[in-house]
């Protein structure tokens, strides 16, 4: 095996970016794209929205990486092809995503959503000042990103507690787990932050059951990924009055489209998938090192588990 390296992605112009930064940062690995003569050769490739023909096109490969924290845009086939798959970890991104839930909670803490409201129709209101610990804020997924969301949170004085498939025991952090444990945590629930990776078990989890066992004017952020959401159930959520609002970063279809009711739904922010990238310069030190452990010792880091798709 050599220090062949397949980039594939959906946009040319990022495949070109993040040729060029492997061979100032990394010149020993090789990257090819798939047009290249020898990109059959390649035994691992770096991917962001491959398709699910890629294993057809280049039947050497033995690896395959994501440039990003999820791994959902490889898609079925490829998640159950039985290739290992690596996934990006970034403390900068997780400060990122940090930093963006914040803005979230200071909106529902100190009312800037409703504050811009009324400036849009030249109105003075008030509003009491709550402290932090006063909104109840759950996370949903508590792995890289949503450990350090949820700790960052209850630094920040929130009543923060956590949700994840397997048990938790994080300080200052109430971590429920399982079907039960979500229904007894949604209760208590003012702020909610979906921070799950989207897979079978997962995929339209934010959906009208969910926002009806959160006590009236609760507000989603949606960090995750656009297909745990069921977008008519949180229409209709925040239109009968049940829920106050949302933030949500990703969408099924992403750009969202122009005629997208989410667009011109009260009381919705949208953001066009900014909450938090990983770096340019992690992405590229953490892929060469899986590729050279790859190739010297078979050995990779920040494997995703083949049997959750996660
Ligand atoms: P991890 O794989 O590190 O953590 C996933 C967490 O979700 C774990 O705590 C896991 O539980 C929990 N989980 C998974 N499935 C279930 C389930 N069925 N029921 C309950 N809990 C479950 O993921 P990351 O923290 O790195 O990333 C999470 C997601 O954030 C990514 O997959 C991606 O979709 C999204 N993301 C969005 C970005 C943006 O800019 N909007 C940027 C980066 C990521 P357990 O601990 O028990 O395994």
Redesign the pocket.
Known sequence: MSNDLLLVTNNEKYSAKLKAAFLSRRPEINVLLADDSGAERATMALCWHPGKDLLTRFPNLQCLHSV???V?HFGAELLTSGLPICRVVDDH?KQG?LEYVLWGALTVQRNFDKISANQKESKWQGFRQRPASDVRISVL??????QFVARGLAQFGYSVSG????PKNLDGIHCYQGPEGLTEQLKETELLVN?????P??KGILNKDLFNKMPEGGYLIN???GGHLIPGDLIDAIDSGHLRGALL??FDQEPLPAKDPLWTTKGVTITP?????ASLPTIIEQVADNVLSFVSKGELTNQIDLING?
Not at 163 to 166: G, K, L, M, P, T
Not at 273 to 277: F, K, Q, R, T
């Open positions: 990003a924290a999820g959902d991104q995503m997924g508590l792995g890289e990103l949503g949700w994840s498939r397997s921070l799950l990776p989207l897979s078990a997962t960090v995750g990924r970063d990703v998938h900014l909450a938090s990238d996660y």
